[in-house]
């Protein structure tokens, strides 16, 4: 399995690279960045500001997974809700490139059947499964 592990680092590349783009807007103001089995976590700075302001289907967000970057509030947050965004890291190792377009399929999908397009989003739910913190 480590020879196909360099392959899934290229295949999640697309979703990582967003990742890695907020990841230098946060440390540029003042956030900060470590490595976690394999995984590069960024809180503080920008990302918190993003983050803690949300969106207006789920409201402020813990933390959110861009291929194999984790982005947090905090410290905190990051270590709440880890076994939840390891569950869409290894999402992201599955799906590659098409992990955004099928997740925002699925909560368009789900939210026209009249459902939560985040809580019932399958994504999501395989997730919870793991970890049920309901603030992620």
């Known amino acids: 399995m480590r020879v196909l592990r360099p392959l899934l680092y290229i ?12 990841t230098l807007l946060g440390l540029l103001t003042g956030g900060r960045c470590r490595i976690v089995d394999g995984v590069l976590e ?17 409201g402020p967000i813990a933390a959110i997974t861009l291929g194999h970057v984790v982005l947090g509030c905090d410290e905190e947050s990051l270590h709440r809700t880890r076994r939840h965004e390891r569950v869409h ?20 999908w789900v939210g026209m059947r009249g459902q939560n397009a985040y809580l019932d989003n399958p ?14």
């Open 11 to 22: 295949w999640v590349f697309p979703g990582s690279a967003i990742g890695l783009l907020f």
């Open 42 to 58: 960024a809180h503080g700075g920008w990302v918190s500001t993003i983050l803690t302001r949300g969106n207006r289907w789920v």
């Open 89 to 108: 890291v290894r999402q992201y190792e599955r799906w590659g490139p098409f992990f955004i377009p099928a997740y925002l399929a699925s909560s368009i």
């Open 123 to 136: 994504f999501e739910v395989e997730a919870y499964k793991v970890d049920d913190t309901r603030s992620a």
